[in-house]
């Protein structure tokens, strides 16, 4: 017997793999099928003891697969890890179900076996997705590719019976809840504070965080993990999608993007957990879920909460220490990758520094640390969209949404809690329907703006912005070049900037033209303020969005994934590149 198994795992480890990709997909199916379909009582409890089998069942192909493939190689390397760390889980859960002690019975329950089931079935799709040796994808048309595929998987899942309570979501509602969830914008058809089940909310908190780090990433990193590397080519691909030149630090920036996002938000959760008030919650579980659900979406600048009538919910209004939180995670998912990690690599020094002179009684040399060009560039235009933003906002509202506040500090709070929120992030504390005009229009701009490049965040981004108003400013003043930081900006970025800011004006006043034919009677501020909100992936809204008619809909949720994935990037997937002459034109100039 033990030779045999040796044959197998030696010589059939690639059958080996797609058997158990498609035990782990027939058992992750029996699982969606029990959760979010099953009504009958007596049929769930049959099928969740066929889970239950189906969960040891893959508990020893697991832990068979990698102990033999440890012995086979005779040595322990990345994938091995990974096989050892799912096994150390299921056997956990095993014991925690098997020996009924109290200070495990959390983890009885049948979450955690459907927890462990999909951590296979992850495993194994991400190891088959790795495989593109044979064929070859513009890495920007599966960038496109994966963002769909996504949200059509979203919308059947959301379509689910027992995803909702009381009205089940038709196909273009799912669709919907799909496409804002996968394109982290906050829209929503309907109260998922009210009327999602709880499978219903995990639901669009998976879809957001995936959605936010972007698919591939997520895919990359699992097939790394548990494939245990990538080939040059895989290397190539995910080099291009991440923007990372370096091959040779393309896996380094993929797990870096990961672990920084998880890490914040695990932080994030904790401090939004002692921000709350555990009266308002009817168990720890849920102030547990409810903290995570905030720190993830906060983060990747979703705008989805599960409170009714969102932030401005009379029991966290006036919470600031949980607007603050909220506040720092997506400014900080709006910073981008790069800005944030140059922040935990300062951190993480000086923590090791204080460490180091505590309990050593050493001193650590400081290493050269610095912002890039573009790093210190993207800052200081956060910097001043935060501080016109916010100074901005408070003397507009200050008679108006801010009225209601307790305090100065606390109106200074909503007034920074609020123009952060507008550039994509799409929470709300105030009520939008009582803001002024002129804050109306300030909140469309702020959208339009959005955040950094690189981030969760949407909007044409601040560079965008600033690098169009300095070429102004230089054209005022002869000059034929961008200069900033004693650098000269290439004329590439310029019409790159240009294009994007043309593009977004495009695809918004599509939206909006398109909208006053199907929804008229909804008024034109509100199509407005609806249209652009769409495409920047804010998801702040005037009230409109479940009134939308079904054309609307399906106009805010095309122009919601343009948002997403960018118009220009649509343009360079799909439009045929040319070949670089060897000739140049005899230059003209264009009368202005």
């Known amino acids: 017997m033990l030779n045999f198994f040796h044959f197998i795992f030696k010589y059939k480890n690639r059958t080996l793999d797609q058997v158990m990709l498609y035990i782990s997909l027939a058992c992750a199916l029996v699982v969606i099928f029990h959760v979010g379909y099953l009504t009958d009582p007596a049929i769930g409890e049959l099928l969740s003891g066929v889970i239950a089998v189906m969960f040891y069942i893959l508990f020893f192909l697991t832990c068979s697969r990698t102990i033999f ?48 089931i999909y951590l296979v079935f992850i495993a194994e799709l991400s190891k088959s997705t790795l495989f593109f040796d044979s064929f070859y994808f513009n890495p920007t048309i599966l960038f496109v590719i994966s963002f769909l595929v996504l949200i059509l998987i979203a919308t059947v899942l959301l379509m689910l019976p027992r995803t909702t309570l009381y009205t089940p979501l038709s196909f273009v509602d799912a669709l919907f809840m799909a496409t804002s969830a996968v394109c982290i914008t906050g829209l929503s058809v309907t109260d998922i504070s009210h009327n999602f089940t709880f499978f219903g909310q995990a639901i669009i908190l998976i879809l957001i965080q995936v959605g936010g780090l972007g698919i591939m990433t997520f895919t990359g990193f ?41 890490l914040f938000e695990f932080i994030g959760a904790i401090f939004i957990y ?38 401005h919910n009379i029991q966290y209004r006036y919470n600031y220490n949980f607007q603050l939180i909220l506040s720092a995670l997506f400014i900080f998912g709006g910073l981008g990758f790069n800005i944030v990690l140059n922040f935990y690599t300062y951190a993480k020094f000086h923590i090791k520094a204080l460490y180091t002179r505590i309990f050593f ?45 307790h305090s100065i500090v606390g109106e200074w709070i909503s007034a920074f809690f609020m123009a952060n929120a507008s550039r994509s992030a799409g929470f709300n504390s105030v009520n939008l329907g009582f803001m002024s005009a002129p804050s109306i229009i300030f909140i469309m701009l702020l ?24 070429n102004i400013i230089a054209l005022a003043k002869g000059k034929e070049h961008i200069e900033v930081f004693k650098r000269r900006i290439v004329g590439e970025s310029v019409n790159k900037a240009f294009a994007i800011i043309l593009l977004s004006l495009f695809v918004i006043g599509i939206c909006f033209v398109s909208l006053n034919f199907t929804d008229p009677h909804l008024g034109l501020k509100n199509l407005l303020f609806e249209s652009v909100s769409a495409y920047t992936t804010c998801g702040l809204s005037l009230g409109i969005t479940p009134e939308l008619s079904l054309a609307g809909k399906l106009i805010i949720t095309f122009t919601m994934f343009v948002g997403r994935v960018g118009a220009l990037t649509l343009l360079v997937a799909f439009i045929k590149n040319t070949r670089n002459k060897q000739y140049i034109y005899p230059s003209e100039k264009i009368m202005f």
């Not at 959208?447 to 300095?470: D, E, H, N, Y």
Request: overall charge positive; proline content about 2%; aromatic content about 16%.
């Open 447 to 470: 959208m339009w703006v959005g955040s950094s490049p690189g981030s969760t965040g949407g909007g044409v981004k601040v560079t965008t912005v600033a690098i169009s108003m300095l």
């Open 69 to 116: 493939s440890i012995l086979n190689r005779r040595s322990i390397d990345v994938a091995h890890y990974s096989g050892l760390l799912v096994s150390s889980y299921f056997l956990f859960i095993i014991i925690a179900r098997l020996t009924g002690f109290s200070s495990m019975e959390f983890f009885a329950g049948e979450q955690w076996i459907y927890v462990g």
């Open 361 to 405: 009684n050493k001193q650590l040399l400081h290493p050269a640390w610095s912002f890039s060009f573009n790093s210190k560039f993207i800052l200081y235009c956060n910097i001043i969209v935060v501080v016109m933003g916010t100074g901005c906002y408070y003397f507009l509202e200050m008679r108006h949404t801010l009225v209601g506040q």
């Open 274 to 311: 002692f921000s709350l008030d555990s009266a308002h919650f009817d168990n720890q579980g849920k102030m547990v879920f409810f903290a995570i659900f905030h720190s993830i979406s906060a983060f990747c600048n979703a705008g989805f909460t599960i409170l009714p009538d969102g932030i």
């Open 222 to 262: 699992f097939g790394y993990f548990f494939s245990g590397g990538f080939s040059f080519k895989n290397q190539l691909m995910f080099g291009e999608i991440l923007g990372e030149n370096k091959v040779a630090s393309v896996i380094k920036t993929l797990l870096t993007i990961i672990f920084i996002s998880l």
